[in-house]
């Protein structure tokens, strides 16, 4: 599907033209159905159309639909962060700022980082994604296709094998590769921040290993490094609790959130520390479109629907259906090209591999188009392009969810 007035440097999943949805179904132009296990890339925790969020926005929209809060604060953005502040499981004081997307959320993040230390200097990991803008560009850890062809790049950034035992590497393997990097790259001492997501999602939800992200928090708190932790997809309940930071028994002191934060409608936020986030002079945050009262409004609905209890449920109940029918296919050798299930909680890949053990990224390929025309949506992720994300809404109904597994199972037995 082309689009002559729309930059052919957008790349494109899934060649339809949706026209509405619900929950955890959608409809494209032509009327067919669809079972959605992409969720906007994660951002539909709550479904298409939450009947919650649809409300506060159609409510907030006859009362307010923008003003820029550096200009004048209003009632959204204060009651926003007082909730979000309050949503976030750490032991100490939190404030922060709403941006318009994670990228953003990131770039600010750095800033504070930098207003903060004095340093300029950042740590990240080998398959990261940060967001698109510049700065984040730098901060992934994947070249094709996100930094190529754009230059010279905002640094220094360097980047560290990111240990899982769903890619193999161990912690013992990342602290050594630290090791040498603190001997021979870069001074510890220059060093502002690491910034690190605790389940990744572009390398194809990879949950990182406990042990190293306690030595990692260690080692931050031992050389005055402060340590950011990327929320943006893992957030908001898509492992089953409110962040995926609380299973590493760590907290973060920037956390950086976005997608699922407003059940569809374009925001983030940098959440943190007070004292940092409080660092940099008057005006040195902010932006005209950053807390939108339509925004702030979904995002407080979204807060009220994501009940501790919620969540938990959601997410063991979406857990243990795609846990089950992934260990009756591997038991049935349903595909040769059948890999690992990686991630945690409700946060889902599915691998496809070759007989030697190598990507089987034509077969991912084969997979979407298949899956498509049977009514499913499914979203690639790895850096080899072999691994399916598993992002249905959290909120979706258990006949739908088997249904949608009942597609991939049937075609996962027609690769070849």
Same mark, same amino acid.
């Given at each position: 599907?082309?689009?002559?007035?729309?930059?052919?440097?957008?790349? +494109?999943?899934?060649?339809?033209?949706?026209?509405?949805?619900?929950?955890?179904?959608?409809?494209?132009?032509?009327?067919?159905?669809?079972?959605?296990?992409?969720?906007? +890339?994660?951002?539909?925790?709550?479904?298409?159309?939450?009947?919650?969020?649809?409300?506060?926005?159609?409510?907030?929209?006859?009362?307010?639909?923008?003003?820029?809060?550096?200009?004048? *604060?209003h009632t959204p953005y204060i009651?926003?962060?007082?909730?979000?502040?309050?949503?976030?499981?750490?032991?100490? *004081?939190?404030?922060?700022?709403? /941006?318009?997307?994670?990228?953003?959320?990131?770039?600010?993040?750095?800033?504070?980082?930098?207003?903060?230390?004095?340093?300029?200097?950042?740590?990240?990991?080998?398959?990261?994604?940060?967001?698109?803008?510049?700065?984040?560009?730098?901060?992934?850890?994947?070249?094709?296709?996100?930094?190529?062809?754009? &230059?010279?790049?905002?640094?220094?950034?360097?980047?560290?094998?990111?240990?899982?035992?769903?890619?193999?590497?161990?912690?013992?393997?990342?602290?050594?590769?630290?090791?040498?990097?603190?001997?021979?790259?870069?001074?510890?001492?220059?060093? !502002?921040?690491?910034?690190?997501?605790?389940?990744?999602?572009?390398?194809?939800?990879?949950?990182?290993?406990?042990?190293?992200?306690?030595?990692?928090?260690?080692?931050?708190?031992?050389?005055?490094?402060?340590?950011? +932790?990327?929320? +943006?997809?893992?957030?908001?309940?898509?492992?089953?609790?409110?962040?995926?930071?609380?299973?590493?028994?760590?907290?973060?002191?920037?956390?950086?959130?976005?997608?699922?934060?407003?059940?569809?409608?374009?925001?983030?936020?940098?959440?943190?520390?007070?004292?940092?986030?409080?660092?940099?002079?008057k005006g040195g945050l902010g &932006? /005209?479109?950053?807390?939108? *009262?339509?925004?702030?409004?979904? !995002?407080?609905?979204?807060?009220? !629907?994501? /009940?501790?209890?919620?969540?938990?449920?959601?997410?063991?109940?979406?857990?243990?259906?795609?846990?089950?029918?992934?260990?009756?296919?591997?038991?049935?050798?349903?595909?040769?090209?059948?890999?690992?299930?990686?991630?945690?909680?409700?946060?889902?890949?599915?691998?496809?591999?070759?007989?030697?053990?190598?990507? !089987?990224?034509?077969?991912? /390929?084969?997979?979407?188009?298949?899956?498509?025309?049977?009514?499913?949506?499914?979203?690639?992720?790895?850096?080899?392009?072999?691994?399916?994300?598993?992002?249905?809404?959290?909120?979706?109904?258990?006949?739908?969810?088997?249904?949608?597994?009942?597609?991939?199972?049937?075609?996962?037995?027609?690769?070849?």
């Amino acid at each position: 599907m082309s689009h002559a007035s729309i930059s052919q440097s957008i790349s +494109i999943v899934h060649p339809i033209s949706l026209s509405h949805g619900k929950n955890a179904e959608v409809w494209d132009s032509a009327g067919k159905r669809y079972i959605d296990f992409v969720g906007g +890339i994660g951002v539909l925790n709550l479904g298409h159309c939450h009947p919650g969020v649809v409300a506060a926005i159609r409510e907030q929209a006859t009362r307010l639909t923008h003003y820029a809060f550096n200009a004048a *604060p209003h009632t959204p953005y204060i009651e926003l962060m007082q909730r979000l502040t309050a949503f976030v499981p750490v032991h100490y *004081p939190v404030s922060g700022m709403l /941006t318009n997307s994670g990228a953003e959320a990131a770039e600010n993040a750095l800033k504070i980082v930098r207003g903060a230390t004095g340093r300029s200097a950042v740590i990240a990991f080998d398959g990261a994604f940060h967001g698109r803008t510049l700065a984040t560009l730098n901060l992934n850890g994947k070249v094709a296709p996100y930094k190529q062809k754009v &230059g010279v790049l905002p640094g220094p950034v360097y980047h560290l094998p990111y240990p899982s035992a769903d890619n193999g590497v161990t912690c013992a393997e990342a602290l050594k590769a630290m090791d040498r990097l603190f001997s021979v790259e870069i001074d510890v001492n220059d060093v !502002a921040c690491f910034i690190i997501e605790p389940v990744q999602g572009e390398a194809g939800f990879l949950a990182l290993d406990i042990e190293f992200a306690q030595a990692l928090r260690r080692f931050c708190d031992a050389h005055n490094i402060l340590l950011i +932790i990327d929320e +943006i997809q893992s957030g908001f309940g898509r492992t089953g609790q409110r962040f995926a930071f609380s299973r590493l028994g760590i907290e973060p002191d920037l956390l950086l959130l976005g997608k699922s934060i407003a059940g569809g409608v374009p925001l983030g936020a940098v959440v943190g520390r007070k004292a940092l986030m409080d660092n940099l002079p008057k005006g040195g945050l902010g &932006g /005209t479109y950053s807390g939108n *009262p339509i925004a702030c409004a979904a !995002a407080l609905a979204t807060l009220e !629907a994501m /009940t501790d209890e919620h969540l938990h449920t959601w997410g063991a109940q979406q857990e243990a259906a795609i846990v089950s029918r992934y260990e009756a296919w591997r038991s049935h050798q349903l595909s040769p090209y059948l890999g690992r299930l990686t991630g945690v909680g409700a946060m889902r890949g599915i691998e496809l591999v070759n007989a030697d053990g190598t990507p !089987a990224s034509r077969q991912l /390929t084969q997979l979407l188009g298949l899956a498509r025309d049977a009514g499913l949506l499914l979203m690639p992720s790895g850096k080899s392009r072999h691994i399916v994300r598993l992002l249905a809404p959290l909120t979706i109904e258990p006949a739908v969810l088997e249904e949608g597994l009942d597609i991939l199972q049937a075609c996962l037995a027609q690769l070849d």
